[in-house]
């Protein structure tokens, strides 16, 4: 009954998420006239569904170790977003995906998906960043972890306690490396999809209600391309390279820390 | 100002640039939410209060250039893109770039009120803002900004540790030796903290699965919101019933996140109490709000299409007063520190 | 008021108890010292108080725990947090939020105390650790030693009558843990607050202390408990005094320098000879303890030493492993090296020393260039270092950091050694042969284990294996001793003289004085950027009142500076 609720509860919260992100291509055309509240209205739906989700992962007895280990790893997320790298980095490429997919991967869905929520809400406080899109970053940051937790259900790390050689295929590197690159990439749209609306304005020639859904994809597609496919595309990319170099060793580092505290989350 | 009234300022702002579709209104907003960030932040030697007219400079131009290429209509033409392209083909008309570049404006205005909402509140009094449902939300925020200054000090540490066993940076795979022994570190210190916080009594009644009913009241509060937005979606005569099962369904999460919080029994050390400036604060968010949403006379300059010909737009001085009424809260200057 | 009844504790995944049927009391009031080697349960036994274990660790218990009527292995640590207040070891690891104040206030918001409450014992719990003054600062902006008392104040908010403290001070230098120290015995004796506090410096504590439980080595497991002097008479490793008082038959056991100048004196009617030595001495000492170098740097034992430095540091330059001349250096506007002048020999174990915050850091890293020096000379076996990397530099210098845990992040300790040798291109012939070496530092057995899941003194090790792989002709040690028990700090010595004998040149940078007593050769004290004395132990370390050892202070300006001197020495006169 308690998982049925669940799943109940995350089934709803994303269907509303997908359904908010994609309100420009469903809506129809006599509902025009809701430009004024529109940023306001999608963020709030966000917002509430975000809202639920988070007190129902916090409902399940969330300790004081999670607590701190979640405190400690945004906050060395957040210092890497802003490391001194020895060489330049290409634009839009944001270290903070791959260490919350490697997390979610390792610690599970729920701790995965407080990982996402919590990182990109710290760091929109250090750095300046609140805004009305933040129930977006939040919200699609914390699926990003959740969805890699998932993922690893799929052939869960050998958590053999006896057996000290932990290997990590390269086929888990290689999965989790697309799976990084798509979820750069789709952030990014839905990330944008918030701003389309407002960008280009309701009833005028950029989006208009009702035009259906080829047409409309067609022109966020335009809007797109122009404003964020190059910047995102290099996030992507850089979320697939940080996993193919560096996830082997850091998933081993985080398996061991886990059996050494045996700390299970639910 | 107290940090929620700064929040509804700052929503404020946001319904009023999306209502008020005039570039004249666009600029007075714009400007009434940087003069706030200027005169309000606390005086710390920062760098000029810039961003909003920064990010002005290159919303407004783009977005005139991005509705000029892909949107055809208007009448005075300035340049003729061949036909045969997709979307861009057709004319570059002015009224196109003015309808872009009101778009623009009010882009940047949302992005000010934001950008001075952050300037002028310090980070923890955001952090607690959390509701008492959240307060472990609050703790991990907590956690993380006390963290932040001290895992850069690690990082130079490693940084330099690394260096003396001949590590050099040559491509990104260098990044390990930094990052693994960064991410361990960090967490074996929050198992010690961990240790301290239950030390102190933390999680003495956090320990609680929360009870099956509020879970499922929660999912029906989720049901209901996603069924109003459905209809909203799709039903183009069901508006009363649309707008009631989300306010229904919102009104659920509310009471599922108040019933909760009132199972955390949990004091506040620094208590805030309610000012002057914090009401004339709310009165301006209320004078602006009115201004916008209600069907007063001079409404109709709120929105301004340049289609199908270019004229100059339309400026009614009551409702630029009211657009104003934002920026009360920077009569008073600088916040006077915090509570009492 | 706390008693233990045959406690039996096994850690989640041990092989043998950590704790095996103790049995003790502590009567309320007392001051209760914990002492022992590591890993010997003195941890663990404090966090029975409050109930951390089993609570937090897992594993499986046995036996009774009662604190002031309160059962800590069934209520757990919420219960216990209004009874037992816990304060760890790490002052960087304990505080959720930024301000002190609010940190203070943290224990108290969980509970839920009203308000004007909370006002009223945040005061106090202030007020009692005299840091009324720094209300407001930001966390990061303290010392350890002001982290460590906000800690103590944020335990105290709640009113707890024990307080139980786990190596405290181990992190902190030695003014910090003074005032650290200082602060627990005020709170003991004006509060009547019951003090449980594990230690591995115990001359600082001792004579405070009303009890003393000492644990033995494992696998032993019997402990003893009692006032101090009666433990101190049965346990093997005691501080310097303590052993020099019970080799010389003294008694009562001197804690204190005072105490054992008393008990000397009435022993010295047996040894002519040396009481007159000693009263002589005494003669001459308030001179040097008025006038210390450090404060009156004209003193005339400085500007010797330093000139015979300079004179041998002519004759010995070929001879030198490492030659620093009028090095310099400056933080933006702060200088922080004011022309420092030193040396280290062949084979020679060269103690720093100095205060807080005089330099001596910036200096180890100006020698291995992670630091650029704004002027003067530094020279490895006569070949100037100055524009060469950090990692070319360090193929020849090993340097340990103060946090070895830094430099670890390898799956196993040989892939650790691998790794160094991998980054200098060496891993095809390396200089020394890593299994020879793992031997060495005693880690044979633990070459394909996870360095991290090692303990504290073993992950000390790996780091040093991992920066002397490369056989450096010099090794340079940050404080490796902090925190260490004695039998451990042997141990390194023992490591460190192996690498003496074959030519290395040891720099080691510690607070610990008995230590510099021991191992060094030479001594160099560094104080405002410059080096203000520079010569054997017996030199310096006599010369600068608190950087001298017991026996030292006992038996001044006879040059011993060790219990093997002492004995040696009184042999001799008593002959």
Known sequence: ???????????????????????????????????????????????????????????????????????????????????????????????????????????????????????????????????????????????????????????????????????????????LAGFGFAWGLLYGAILNLYFWPLAVGMGGQGWEAGLGLRETLVRYAAFYVATSLGWDLAGAVGNAALILLLGAPTMRALTRFQRRFHFQML | MDVRVWLLWALTVLVAASSARNPLYGLLL??????????????????????????????????????????????????????????????????????????GLALAAIFGGFAALNRVTPVHELVRLAPRAFHEAGVVLSIALTFVPQTARSLTRIRQAQAVRGHRWRGLRDGLPILVPLLVSGLERSMGLAEAMVARGYGSVADRPQPLRLRALLALGLLALLGGWLAWLFWPSGNGIALGAMTLGGGLIGTVLWLAGRAVPRTSYRLRRWTVRDTVGVLGCALTLAVVLLPLPGRGTLVYSPYPRLTPPGFDPLVGLGLLGLALPALWGEAQGDEG | ???????????????????????????????????????????TLLRCLNGLVPHFSGGTVSGRVAVAGHDPLAEGPPALSRVVGFVFQDPEAQFVVDRVEDEVAFALENRAVPPAEMRARVEEALRWLDLLALRDRPLEQLSGGEKQRVAIAAALALRPRVLALDEPTSQLDPQSAEEVLEALVRLNRELGLTIVLAEHRLERVLPHADRLIAFPTPPATDILSGPPRQVLR?????????????????????????????????????????????????????????????????SPIAIRDTRYAIRDMRYAIRDSRLAIRDLRFSYGDAHVLHGVSLEVATGELVVLMGRNGSGKTTLLKCIVGLLRPDGGTVALDGQALAGQSTADICRRVGYLPQEPDDLLFADTVAEELAVTLRNHGLLARPPVAPARLLARLGLSDRAAAYPRDLSVGQRQRVALGAVTVTRPSLLLLDEPTRGMDYGSKRELLRMLREWQAEGTGVLLVTH???????????????????????????????????FTPQVAQLFPATGWLTVEDALAGRGSAAR
């Open chain 1, 1 to 175: 009954m308690r998982r049925a609720i669940s799943g109940v509860i995350y089934g709803l919260s994303a269907a509303i998420g997908v359904l908010t992100f994609a309100y420009p291509f469903l809506l129809q055309a006599d509902r025009a006239a809701q430009e004024r509240i529109a940023p306001l209205a999608t963020a709030a739906l966000v917002g509430l569904s975000l809202v639920a989700l988070l007190m129902e992962l916090q409902g399940q007895a969330i300790s004081a170790k999670t607590v701190a280990m979640l405190g400690v790893l945004v906050a060395v997320t957040s210092v890497l977003r802003f490391l001194d790298v020895a060489f330049p980095l290409p634009g839009g490429f944001s270290p903070i995906f791959a260490p919350i997919i490697l997390v979610g991967y390792v610690f599970g869905a729920r701790f995965g998906f407080l990982m996402g929520a919590f990182t990109l809400l710290a760091s929109a406080l250090i750095t300046g960043g609140v805004g009305p899109w933040l129930p977006y970053q939040m919200f699609t940051a914390g699926w990003v972890g959740m969805t890699a937790g998932w993922l690893a259900r799929l052939q869960p790390l050998t958590s053999n306690l006896q057996s000290w050689k932990l290997e990590v295929g390269g086929w888990r590197v290689g999965l």
């Open chain 2, 30 to 103: 714009l400007l009434a939410a940087t003069v706030v960030g200027v005169a309000c932040a606390p005086a710390n030697g920062r760098r000029p209060f810039l961003a909003p007219l920064r990010f002005a400079a290159v919303a407004v131009p783009f977005s005139a250039l991005f509705n000029g290429l892909t949107a055809h209509l208007g009448e005075h033409v300035l340049f003729r893109l061949p036909a045969w392209l997709p979307l861009l083909g057709g004319p570059l008309t002015l009224e196109g770039l003015a309808y872009g570049a009101t778009s």
């Open chain 3, 512 to 546: 610990d004085v008995e230590l510099a007593a021991q191992a060094a050769d030479r001594v160099a004290l560094l104080d405002g950027g410059r080096v203000v004395a520079q010569g054997t132990p017996a030199e310096v370390l006599t010369a600068a009142p608190g």
């Open chain 3, 1 to 43: 008021m706390i008693r233990f009844e045959r406690l039996t504790y096994t850690y989640p995944g041990a092989a043998t108890p950590a704790l095996c049927d103790v049995s003790l009391e502590i009567a309320e009031g007392e001051f209760v010292l914990l002492a022992g080697p590591s890993g010997a349960g003195k941890s």
């Open chain 3, 234 to 298: 049965r346990m093997e490793q005691t501080p310097p005094l303590v052993t020099l008082g019970k080799a010389l038959g003294w008694a009562p056991l001197p804690l204190t320098v005072e105490e054992a100048h008393r008990v000397s004196c009435i022993a010295y009617r047996r040894s002519p000879i040396a009481y007159r030595r000693s009263q002589v001495a005494n003669r001459q000492s308030p001179i040097a303890n008025r006038q210390s170098p450090i404060a009156n740097r004209q």
